[in-house]
Nanobody
C-alpha cells in the first residue's frame, strides 16, 4: 500500500521561505516519478515540480524560486520554496507515479502579511 504524507505547510510572510517534505511508504522515491502539485482556491490543480531518474521539471511560472529534491535514505521528497508570493498560497500535494498515480492528503501553504 502506497502512502504519501506531507508536512511543512504553514502561514508565511511574502518573501519568506518554506520547506515541504513528503514521506513515502510502499514506493521507492528513487524508482518512481515523484512530484509536487498545488491547488489554489478556485483553481485547478497544477504541477509545481517533478523529479525522476531522468531529471527535474518545474512549472515555468516559478521563475527558479522552488527546488525539488529526494532523500533516498529517508525515502522522502522535499520542496524548498524561496521568495514566496501571495500567489503561492495553495494546498500542496505530494505525487508519485509507479504504474498508477498516488497522491498525498495535502498540506496548506498560506503566504500573507
Amino acid at each position: 500500500q502506497v502512502q504519501l504524507v506531507e508536512s511543512g505547510g504553514t502561514l508565511v510572510q511574502p518573501g519568506g521561505s518554506l520547506r515541504l517534505t513528503c514521506v513515502a511508504s510502499g514506493v521507492k522515491v528513487d524508482r518512481s516519478v515523484m512530484g509536487w502539485y498545488r491547488q489554489a482556491p478556485g483553481k485547478e490543480r497544477e504541477m509545481v515540480a517533478r523529479i525522476s531518474s531522468g531529471g527535474t521539471l518545474y512549472a515555468d511560472s516559478l521563475k527558479g524560486r522552488f527546488t525539488i529534491s529526494t532523500d533516498n535514505a529517508k525515502n522522502t521528497v522535499s520542496l524548498q520554496m524561496n521568495n514566496l508570493e501571495p500567489e503561492d498560497t495553495a494546498v500542496y500535494y505530494c505525487y508519485s507515479y509507479f504504474g498508477v498515480d498516488y497522491w498525498g492528503q495535502g498540506t496548506r501553504v498560506t503566504v500573507s502579511s
